[in-house]
């Protein structure tokens, strides 16, 4: 177990060597940061001393080389349009992205998996035909458009919920900005993280509404209901339990992906989280926000596929890896 | 109609905590903006959307008043007394958020730093500086000498922010940026990046407490999400609306929209090179009659533009009333093209950014359809803004599309960067994308720099001007226009400014 751990631990740190690498390279065709630096008046010499003292002038090989070394030492660079520490930027704006995942995946697990049960047990009811035609909805539908209806529809047309922002925080004594615990807070993160989990909340649907149906047909289910056995305990108790091992992989699995693929939300709900930031920063050629951004998310995803890895081998013992 | 109306007041009504139906106070303000601010640090960014709010936290020596033009601020009063030397009286009594006292220690440490890349974005301005000293026995006075003669070095002063001394040296350039300390009409309040700036009055304001409480600043990039933010009451004032959104908001009741003229316009510059087709004035003067641009205006900018004959805006010294633009006629630009040489026309590349002027992907396929009803077959090349103004700054593009505006209110210096030939030693040319080059006209400039009679210099920049549109060096579209809108139960009178800054202590309660 514990070699694998090690090894899974290992293969984590060469993905991000590798992404980070990659995310260094593209810099090279994004243009030239010097140029908004010195200002719209600069003359070729000033931008050129700039692009010297940046180290721009250096091969892209000696100029990752410094970044990464500097980078493991904790030191990212300072943002070259906020003239501010890149780190200090990309951890600020943490809470608010992670608070959105949460969020989404709340609703996505809660309203998923309970509509699953309930339309594999009711095929028959209305509310389950209405879901399996709206979860084909939410696979197919492009987040920004669902996040403009949404905006257009709760917050224009009947405003009962703000249409962007963040609302009231309340800072934790670390330095956690949370908004989970205002009522403002709360009211803001509904069309956000809605937004988000729409995808998700429809493929747990149907991920656990067909392992539902299988699990309703076998026998130990039957056997269960000649005994005598109610209805909700074998729904939710006998089925349900066994159903739960690939929905929380695939849960494990999407909620690094829910904090990366946050930038779309949080652009159209000009959520103050870390995407928003990604794209002001390539807006603006700031590579130092950009390159820190790629290696913070980069370590949250691997961080968390290795525990979902892992967690699944100790929840199944019968999987081995060696 | 009615039913729909009854079932949104019922579904509305159903939800007893309905959201924040403007319960603002007299004097609270909240405007959304089209970008974020991006650094605290007074001088650390020239884009107006960030000296816009600092022009509330900090003051210049001189600022400029709702009509564009220049004021005491700091400095009580100013004089050029030579070529080189600039004279301002200091205001005195005057405090800094922390209490400290503004004296002369202030100007010379705020301008000494402006040569610093890492924390300011004025690096050039800093560099025409040769001395500052007070005069003796008047620490009052100020004495500011530059290397060569700047004839707009005052119309700058604006965008210089004074800082204190004693409270900023000893910072962190993170703290600095990040917790300003100026002698403006409010103070920082807090600030959540990305999400607002709030601003809290300044009571003691040495131009007296404004009359607005707190103002908060909201950046709402997105923009259907920007409709939202005023159509559902989210913000006071929507800056930079988007033109696709004007008759969407102008049938709402509740909303008034405010157009005023924008100072930037938008323009085409064309390589003259011998072999390019560019180097034929007639080619030039084709081109510039063949885009149909009222019709830009009216389908591309939803009316939310005018016709430019030149590059600069009135207000700019060295403006030319007398420039006529030329009138559309795309079978004389036949004519003239075949004349060139050119009856089957050519091809050619037009690069622009997409993601930096209001529409600017949409005039650019719009200029390619015009120019292809005369022959000319245009390549679109529309990208990202950071590579087209390094592509730019290379001078190697063969046809280009930019938008400017001049701060300085002073076409010369636009003038050269955009036009004069291109020159890294003397540092001029440097956003002549095409590598344009006429030496009747550098000469002009040339000469016109020498002089220093502020009306004499006017002359010689219409002449110039003038002289560069008959020459068709660059080929003018349309001025932007600013576009606001403001909802009509405000408590507040606001007035644009033609610079688009967001200046609060100018915003009066009704």
Known sequence: ???????????????????????????????????????????????????????????IYIQYFNFITNALQGNFGISY???????ELVLQRLPATIELAIAAQVIAIVFGVLLGVLVAAFPRALLSKFSVVGSLFGISLPTFAVGILLILFFAVEFPIFPPFGRGELITLPWGWETGFLTWDGLKHLVLPALTLGLLQLALLFRLTRSGMQEALRSNYIRTARAKGLSRFPILFKHALRNVMIPVITIIGLQFGQLVGFSIVTEKIFQWPGTGNLLLSAIFDNDFPIVSTYIILIATLIVILNTLVDITYAFLNPRIRYD | MQKL???????????AFTACASTAIASDITVGVSSDVATMEPNGSGSDSNLSVMANIFDGLLQRNSDGKLIPSLATDWERIDALTWRFTLRQGVKFHNGNDFTVDDVLFTFNRLTNPEISNFVNFGAQIASIEPLAGNPWVIDIKTHQPVAFFSQNLPQIFMMDKE???????????????????????????????????NEDYWGGAPAMDKVTIRPVTEASTALASIMSGSVDILQDVPVSSIKVIERNKKIDVLKTPARRSIFLGLSNAEGQPGSDVRVREAISIAINEEQIIDKVMFGAASLAAQVPDPATIGYNPDIK???FNPSKAKALLKEAGYADGFEITLTGPNDRYIQDEQILAAVAADLAKVGIRVNVAAKPKSIVFKELQE????????????????????FDKLVTSVDSEKGTGGWNGAAYSNAKLDKMIRDSAKIIDVAKREKALQALNLASQ???????????????????????????????WLVFKEVTSK
């Open chain 2, 5 to 15: 109306t009854l079932l949104k007041g019922a579904v509305t009504a159903m939800f």
């Open chain 2, 167 to 201: 409270s900023t040296q000893d910072r962190s350039p993170g703290d600095v940026g990040q917790n300003p300390i100026g002698t403006g009409a409010y103070e920082l309040a807090e600030w959540i990046k990305g999400s607002h700036v709030a601003l809290a009055a």
């Open chain 1, 81 to 87: 349009v906020t003239r501010l520490p890149a780190l």
């Open chain 1, 1 to 59: 177990m514990w070699r694998y751990v090690s090894k899974r631990i290992m293969q984590g740190m060469v993905v991000l060597f590798i992404v980070s690498f990659f995310g260094f390279i593209i810099f090279q065709f994004l243009g030239d940061p010097a140029i908004a630096m010195a200002g719209q008046y600069a003359t070729q010499a000033e931008i050129e001393a700039i692009r010297v003292s940046l180290g721009l002038d250096r091969s």
């Open chain 2, 325 to 327: 633009r030329p009138v």
């Open chain 2, 470 to 500: 008959e020459s068709f060096a660059l080929i003018p579209l349309h001025y932007q226009m600013d576009v606001y809108a403001i909802t009509k139960n405000a408590k507040f009178d606001f007035k644009p400014r033609p610079d688009t």
């Open chain 2, 395 to 414: 001078n190697k593009l063969e046809f280009y599309l930019l938008g400017w505006f001049d701060g300085s209110y002073d076409y010369g210096r636009s």
